[in-house]
């Protein structure tokens, strides 16, 4: 064997074990191997390792399914508010001690808008968590939820339309926000990411949105004429925050708050 | 007759398997396994096709990052004892393992996990983490040089002896 002319990285000798390499580049890794013995063994404790994970948990696949995870049983409704309720008990456990942390992200805010996106955040926080019981009224129901809201904030509620990003709406509930009440939309793509939207009067005038972010969500902030906006997501990409708050404030700015 | 239920029903031993390795915890495995089920079985009707199994585990992969998120400030247990051990050899071979995948970050133990575990195609993975396939090398470059070094750095004398 001779010596391959072109030398072989490290993400080929990844490459190559994950049978990811293209198949005439395989003999040029063999022998590059045989020449390099440091790359050999290293290629040999990558796969002791992978070894090493399937007889730790491939057990875990043979076992018989617990019956909380039977496909029948999940398929019948109704069967987890316990847990959803438990669950939401923890969220606002955390939450609370979260809020000093919060606090440290939006002080450069006016100080109206603030406590306003401190409040959206930790309702984000708390309801995008939530399996079963993420909102009071069902998206299916957009007439009824938009009356009902607009009812309650005082002023008109009109779900933006999300679906040229990806976002269905999972629907809304009401919440206390800091001054008035708030109307809170959550929308969803169909691999459960998840978007929310805060709506209240708020005692700012127009501002320009702004971002803050904290260890996974971020949040695109703005007010217009007295109504303040928050749209929380994933943080891991900014860009799509952006895209999706263009798309709720481009909706938003004709209801004329 | 239900072919999508049928062929989400096939993939749970396998759901389990990823959940508890990245976990490594059985019930807040399950629970996750739990929610993955219970969200496809609600999106039905929005899974237009495609590959299931990417689809599953880019569901759990999404709410692990929630869960993780709702977790933030609270302080982790590690797990007392693992269950389904064999030979007191493998045992603490498996001990080891589930340490050294501890020290991980998220997003590369991801990574290890679906290659090695699961055996997802790069691209698969690239996609159900929504990165740049580089990304998702890198990630796995990371994830093997430092299980190496936890690895090695545990139990090195043992290693000689099996």
Redesign the interface.
Known sequence: MTEPNIPVT??EL??YI?N?LPAERRDDVEAWLITHPEDAE?VR??RA??E????????????P??A??E?ER??RPQR?MLYGAIAAT??AF?IG??TG?LAHGVNAAPSSLRAFTLDALEAH?LY??E??HPVEVAGSERAHLQQWLSRRVGYAIKAPELDASGL?LVGGRLLPGPTAPAAFLMYES?????FTLYTSRAAAPTTQMRYVTR???GALYWSDRGVGYVLSG?D??KNRLEQVARAVYDQTEKNGG | MNTFRDSVEAMIPALRRYARALTRDADVADDLVQDTLLRALRSERLFIGGDLRSWLYTILTNLNRNRRRSLARKPSFAPLQDAAAGASGTEAEGRDIARALATLVDDQRAVLLLVTLEGLTYREIADIQGVPIGTVMSRLARARAHMKAALDGERPALRRVK
Do not use: C, F
Not at chain 1, 190 to 194: D, K, V
């Open positions: 490290e993400d990844h490459a994950d990811e290293r404790s990558w390792m992978a090493a994970l399937h007889a730790r948990y491939d057990a875990v696949a043979d076992e399914v617990p909380r995870l496909i999940l398929a987890r923890l969220a955390v001690g979260a942390w926080r995008v968590v399996v079963r269905k169909p691999t459960g990411e998840r260890a996974s969500d994933p891991d990409n």
